[in-house]
């Protein structure tokens, strides 16, 4: 009897670049199913790949309590254990990260604003 073997693709993480930003802004776009980035794309900061495939991404949004959240958006092509292992990547470099984005609501707030605008061109 033949065994097959499957060779699954690990995740890769890796920080956003600006150049990751237009295939995000296109994510964002599709998983939403919106026209136009808005305040929910916030500022993405980390991001998983397979291969050179873009899976998913962390953003900083704020919530309703103008509280700053990670927010996460995938592909839904990962399985339970890689979304929950991104999920608890991104919260870890949340939690351990003290720039202004991270830690200041008021300064997570312009840094959206202003990226909806530049990407919004």
């Known amino acids: 009897m033949e065994t097959t073997v499957q060779h699954q693709e690990k995740l890769q993480y890796a920080e956003v670049y600006i150049s990751?930003?237009?295939a995000l802004k296109n994510i964002f776009l599709q998983i939403?199913?919106?026209p136009r980035i808005n305040q929910d794309f916030?500022?993405?900061f980390?991001?998983?790949k397979k291969k050179d495939e873009?899976?998913?991404v962390a953003s900083?949004?704020?919530?309703?309590?103008?509280?700053i959240q990670v927010k996460i958006y995938d592909k839904k092509k990962l399985t339970e254990e890689e979304r929950a292992d991104f999920a608890f990547q991104a919260e870890?470099?949340?939690?351990?990260?003290n720039a202004p984005n991270f830690r200041n609501?008021?300064?997570?707030?312009s840094s959206i604003s202003s990226m909806i605008s530049w990407l919004d061109f």
């Open 92 to 97: 870890r470099y949340f939690k351990t990260n």
């Open 46 to 48: 980390l991001l998983a």
């Open 54 to 56: 873009i899976m998913s």
């Open 42 to 44: 916030g500022v993405p």
């Open 60 to 67: 900083l949004t704020l919530n309703e309590k103008k509280e």
């Open 32 to 34: 939403q199913n919106v």
């Open 20 to 22: 990751d930003l237009l």
């Open 105 to 109: 609501p008021e300064q997570l707030k």
